[in-house]
């Protein structure tokens, strides 16, 4: 079965700096997609940046961007020029093409004024 | 655009009683949507998958006869909690995937804004 961990549960970053996130996953699949999705108090679940494993490319989104290595199933998530309202619980999540999602645990960035 | 909508945003109900939960997608068709449970500080737990015009698929765990779900057009799908308890209170997400979108988003799914259940 898939897995999906996040290991840091809270993380902090000074307004205009660079955090890094951290995800790693498990699967036995070759192709599947991973995710990032913020969700800021309102609870509405964002989408930030999507990366299908069979490019070799990292994807970028902005401010956003992944380091995403598949042979060490890892997925992490640099948010760069870190803003006040980047401020939400991040979520890494799984699909293996079913668009059945697997999320894992959360970390929670605050950005510090 | 893939705008999904959830209603109610907020509601309370007693113990014992059932309440219905809509996800609706409101610029697209959803032949598959999906029903999440969120835990206080918690991740989202997958109940179901909703497909339109056949039974819902229940995660390994889940109450078939609790949670109902009925996905009977191709932008609406209901969770009904029967028979609901003070530990069913909890943050319920809905998401859609997209059908009728071109081109494909890429296994993306769409969320609605979630509703919150209090059971008293």
């Known amino acids: 079965a898939q897995t999906v961990t996040q290991s840091q549960p809270e993380m902090s970053v000074q307004e205009a700096e660079t955090v890094t996130l951290s995800c790693t996953y498990d699967t036995s699949e070759n192709n599947y997609y991973l995710f990032w999705y913020k969700q800021p108090p309102s609870r509405q679940m964002i989408l930030v940046i999507r990366?299908?494993?069979?490019?070799?490319q990292n994807a970028t989104e902005n401010r956003f961007s992944v380091n995403f290595q598949k042979a060490a199933k890892s997925f992490s998530l640099k948010i760069s020029d870190s803003q006040l309202g980047d401020t939400a619980m991040y979520f890494c999540a799984f699909s293996e093409g079913t668009y059945k999602y697997i999320f894992g645990t959360g970390t929670r960035l605050k950005v510090l004024a | 655009g893939a705008v999904v909508s959830q209603h109610p945003s907020w509601v309370i109900c007693k113990s014992g009683t059932s309440v219905k939960i809509e996800c609706r997608s409101l610029?697209?068709?959803?032949?598959?949507m999906f029903w999440y449970r969120q835990f206080p500080k918690q991740s989202l737990m997958l109940m179901a998958t909703s497909n339109e015009g056949s039974k819902a698929t229940y995660e390994q765990g889940v109450e078939k006869d609790k949670f109902l779900i009925n996905h009977a057009s191709l932008t609406l799908s209901t969770l009904t909690v029967t028979s609901a308890h003070p530990e069913d209170s909890s943050f319920y997400i809905c998401?859609?995937?997209?059908?009728?979108?071109?081109?494909?988003?890429?296994?993306?799914?769409?969320f609605g804004e979630g509703s919150w259940l209090t059971v008293v």
């Open positions: 990366q299908e494993a069979y490019k070799q």
């Open positions: 610029d697209f068709q959803a032949t598959t």
């Open positions: 998401s859609a995937r997209a059908t009728n979108r071109s081109p494909d988003s890429g296994n993306t799914i769409y």
